[in-house]
């Protein structure tokens, strides 16, 4: 007989590839809700098959039409074994074959493998549709939850996690249908014929054997799934470890902690290793239960048999009947122990997968939300608070308005809530007292897609995608032309440097753009705003990267490209700021000077102190002395 089941499989190598690990929190933060039980899970699973429910059908009429055809094989070849005349003085009996026996046997084999296939390649489309249609939820409703989730979150962990659920669908139809339900058919169908063909005690042996045989596995395997749930465990964390230092590649360097890295890194390794090895000394002891469980029902089986034949009860045929069906039993009972734990695992991380679904959207639209309907993009915000954790408010009572075509600026030091303004506007939080309007409509009777393509954002920390500065470029507006990508790039005088490269536009920039410089990459996410063309701007200090001389001539476009909008400009440098027609100084989440630039120069406050302190810096400094991240 052969091994009852394959030795475990070990979860994939840590990859290196992935997303970006956005802060350094548990992977509890990503962590779905308590598990359900395996039925909640497979009736979440269902209704993505609903639509293939046509392919269902014929799939588990060809599975049903290959197991009769299997069964029917140890009945001919009993058939085929009696009808051979063996008896002595008979030289020419063994030339006598009967042919059309063998014909049928042959045609029986073949239809068994063709049933087979025409069930797997009518079910394909079924498996890998639903498998599709669950990725696509999946990857939009993470794109719909909060920014909060995803600063939370660890993408290591999480890309595991979406990769492990969509493997399952595939897994778990593939050893339930493929497996479990032709093994239960056939059963029951070798069962009756023992039955009705011979005593009853050849049901009662294979009866009980079957029923020890799975009642073992299921117990053992059942004992044995702590050790995958941990080797999944450790395999996560190892994986988001490689991702995270991988990304931070420049700082290992910066460092010299390379070898640091790689001792982090191997002591996950030899966790999961540990853990391992438990799980295969477990699978040795599975092992050996199976196969002492099927010998015994083997040996009870054949010494039935054998009394059978010489009793003359039984014919000869009879024998190798039983001995076939018992060796198309066991052999994918063999296999039981890592086809019901590949099962349970498959739930298990579907159920992961789920939970994200689950996850309640913390920013939603109401069922009663109209488009944003922009006529002037006059931007309001009346007495706004807001916290990204209760106990540490960010914005304290602010009240502010921008007019239609204008420009406002907001300084401060760091900490002080000026990029809160720009999320809070984008609504990727909702305000926690007061509200935002443009145009009079509050940001939380509109729908979000409509407020976004209102708002077009140049920030501060650019990140692009790895893909060529083209495409980085079109992101503003997808169905823009070559054309009109070249005129944006031009506008954010990067159209030169493009030409010059070898490749052009079709120049690839690497992970998160690394592969250019942080003026460069500015200079790319200026040119995606500029060709989105948005009635409002937001520049969160757009030219900071930027040396003098392209700054001030990117300036003057940016100046040509705000013409008839609404710009809110969070600066850091005030030299930028000096034409907006407001200014304002925010401390500690409000707003504590406003005016025109020689207005606030004339109060003697804190803007005229930070204008002294840049102007004595040879205006390099920043406002706040330090980077913004508030």
């Known amino acids: 007989m052969r091994r009852s089941t394959l030795p475990d499989s070990p979860p994939p190598a840590p990859s290196v590839v992935g997303g970006v690990s956005n802060a350094p929190s548990s992977t509890a933060a990503v962590a779905p809700p308590a598990a359900r039980g395996d039925w909640h899970t497979v009736a979440r699973l269902l209704p993505y098959f609903w639509r293939y429910r046509w392919r269902v059908g014929f799939a588990l009429a060809f599975m049903v039409g290959a197991k009769l055809a299997n069964v029917g094989v140890p009945l001919l070849l009993k058939r085929l074994v009696d009808s051979l005349d063996i008896s002595p003085g008979s030289p020419q009996a063994l030339m006598v074959v009967p042919v059309g026996l063998l014909v049928a046997y042959g045609l029986l084999r073949l239809c068994t493998s063709l049933f087979t296939e025409a069930r797997e390649l009518i079910f394909s489309k079924a498996t890998e549709g639903a498998s599709r249609s669950i990725s696509l939820q999946v990857f939009r409703h993470l794109h719909d939850l909060s920014l909060r989730f995803h600063l939370e979150r660890q993408t290591g962990g999480m890309t595991r996690d979406i990769e492990r659920g969509t493997r399952a669908v595939n897994s778990l139809i593939s050893y339930s249908l493929y497996s479990i339900f ?11 014929l023992l039955s009705v063909k011979f005593d009853a005690l050849f049901a009662v042996i294979t009866g009980a054997a079957l029923t020890f045989y799975i009642g073992f ?80 029902a083997l040996v009870a089986m054949l010494w039935r048999a054998t009394e059978g034949v010489v009793a003359g ?44 679904l689950s996850r309640e959207r913390e920013i939603a639209d109401r069922p009663s939300a109209q488009p944003l309907v922009v006529s002037g993009a006059t931007v ?31 300084v401060g030091p760091s900490g002080s809530g000026k990029s809160t303004l720009a999320r809070l506007l ?23 897609d409509s407020l976004r393509r ?21 992101y503003g507006r997808p169905d823009a032309t070559m054309a009109e990508i070249e005129g ?66 990117i ?16 600066a850091h440098r005030l030299s930028t700021i000096v034409d907006a027609h407001e200014i304002l100084v925010m401390e500690q989440g409000r707003i504590i000077e406003r005016g025109r630039h020689h207005e606030l120069l004339a109060l003697g406050g804190r803007y005229a102190q930070m204008w002294a302190l840049q102007q004595a810096g040879g205006g390099q400094a920043q406002a706040s002395g330090e980077p913004s991240a508030s």
């Open 217 to 296: 596995t299921i117990w053992v395997t059942e004992w044995r799934t702590q050790f995958r749930r941990k080797l999944n465990e450790l395999d996560s964390v190892a994986h988001s470890k490689a991702i995270d230092s991988l990304l931070n590649y420049e700082t290992v360097k910066y460092f010299n902690n390379e070898d640091f890295e790689a001792r982090r890194y191997d002591k996950s390794l030899e966790e999961l290793r540990r853990v391992q090895l438990k799980s295969q000394s477990t699978l040795a002891m599975l092992n050996s239960g199976q196969q002492l469980i099927i010998a015994i």
């Open 555 to 570: 300036q003057a476009e940016l100046e040509a490209a705000a013409q008839n909008k609404t710009v809110l400009v969070i």
């Open 182 to 192: 032709p093994t239960l058919i056939e059963v029951v169908l070798v069962l009756s």
């Open 380 to 410: 309001r915000f009346e007495d706004v608070h807001f916290a990204y954790e209760p106990q540490r408010p960010i914005l304290k009572g602010v009240s502010l308005e921008i007019p239609a075509g204008r420009k406002v600026a907001v």
């Open 488 to 553: 944006a790039a031009r506008a954010a005088h990067v159209h030169e440097f493009i030409q010059s490269l070898p490749q052009g536009y079709q120049t690839m920039v690497g992970e998160r753009g690394l592969k250019l410089s942080g003026g460069e990459k500015q200079r790319v996410a200026i040119a995606r705003t500029l060709l989105k063309n948005p009635p409002i701007l937001i520049f969160d200090e757009a030219t900071s990267a930027l040396d003098s001389r392209n700054e001030r001539a």
């Open 313 to 356: 009860r039984m014919s000869l045929g009879d024998l190798v009947m039983i001995n076939a069906f018992m060796i198309q039993l066991y052999i994918p009972l063999n296999f039981l122990g890592v086809i019901y734990r590949e099962i349970k695992q498959s739930l298990t991380d579907l159920d992961k997968m789920f939970g994200l």
């Open 454 to 474: 209102a708002i077009g954002i140049v920030p501060q920390d650019t990140v692009l995608f790895n893909d060529s500065i083209a495409y980085n470029i079109a």
């Open 426 to 448: 984008y609504r990727f939080y909702d305000v926690g007292q007061g509200r935002i309007t443009i145009d009079g409509q509050d940001l939380t009777e509109v729908t979000q």
